[in-house]
T-cell receptor
Framework: AAGVIQSPRHLIKEKRETATLKCYPI?????VYWYQQGPGQDPQFLIS???????DKGSIPDRFSAQQFSDYHSELNMSSLELGDSALYFC??????????????FGPGTRLTVL | AQTVTQSQPEMSVQEAETVTLSCTYD???????LFWYKQPPSRQMILVIR??????QNATENRFSVNFQKAAKSFSLKISDSQLGDTAMYFC?????????????FGKGTMLLVSP
């Protein structure tokens, strides 16, 4: 079965640079979530999109922005990177229509290292 | 706001034995979902099992089963016949229902080590 695709898998940036993370949800999934997982921590919700509209917002810094495109893929844009942004960034997708598909399926994550 | 508590930072079990991981949560919602995800060394987040709060029957997936006690707000995971591949961090997670775009709130995780 098709899974959530994230790219790149690994990314190394310098402080104050920008980064763009991409997420391709499971086919026919209309909802995308972004989570940030720091070392030794649980995933923290950043932002989500349902049918290309922002549906919820968590602890996402103002330096970060995201959007969902017409093909349902999503991009997380991160500017003025700081050392503390080093983390594993997960994208998850679900189908918001039917209750039985509320389950979020996670991609493999993008490991961002800020030097 | 919802909170999820996993009181066991680490647990260990031998192959073929049974182990139970604990999870409690706090919410004022009446309709919600609970999940267990595992995160092996690869760091992939893998769904283990899901429980709808309105269902009294405990969910089961092969060797994995839950003990869902809604009144006590408890949601434990039992792993039977433990295998080396079960070694992973296990996260308990809560999601409000019924809309599909509700977010997940995770516990801090329990690291499970399965030894030969």
């Amino acid at each position: 079965a098709a899974g959530v695709i994230q790219s790149p898998r690994h990314l190394i940036k310098e402080k104050r640079e920008t980064a763009t993370l991409k997420c391709y949800p499971i086919p026919r999934h209309d909802t995308v979530y972004w989570y940030q997982q720091g070392p030794g921590q649980d995933p923290q919700f950043l932002i989500s999109f349902y049918e290309k509209m922002q549906s919820d917002k968590g602890s996402i810094p103002d330096r970060f922005s995201a959007q969902q495109f017409s093909d349902y893929h999503s991009e997380l844009n991160m500017s003025s990177l700081e050392l503390g942004d080093s983390a594993l960034y997960f994208c998850a997708s679900s189908s918001g229509g039917e209750p039985s598909t509320d389950t979020q399926y996670f991609g493999p994550g993008t490991r961002l290292t800020v030097l | 706001a919802q909170t999820v508590t996993q009181s066991q930072p680490e647990m260990s079990v031998q192959e073929a034995e049974t182990v139970t991981l604990s999870c409690t949560y706090d919410t004022s919602e009446n309709n919600y979902y609970l999940f267990w995800y595992k995160q092996p060394p690869s760091r992939q987040m893998i769904l283990v099992i899901r429980q709808e709060a309105y269902k009294q029957q405990n969910a089961t997936e092969n060797r994995f089963s839950v003990n869902f006690q809604k009144a006590a707000k408890s949601f434990s995971l039992k792993i039977s016949d433990s295998q080396l591949g079960d070694t992973a961090m296990y996260f308990c997670a809560f999601m409000k229902a019924p809309r599909g775009y509700s977010t997940l709130t995770f516990g801090k995780g329990t690291m499970l080590l399965v030894s030969p």
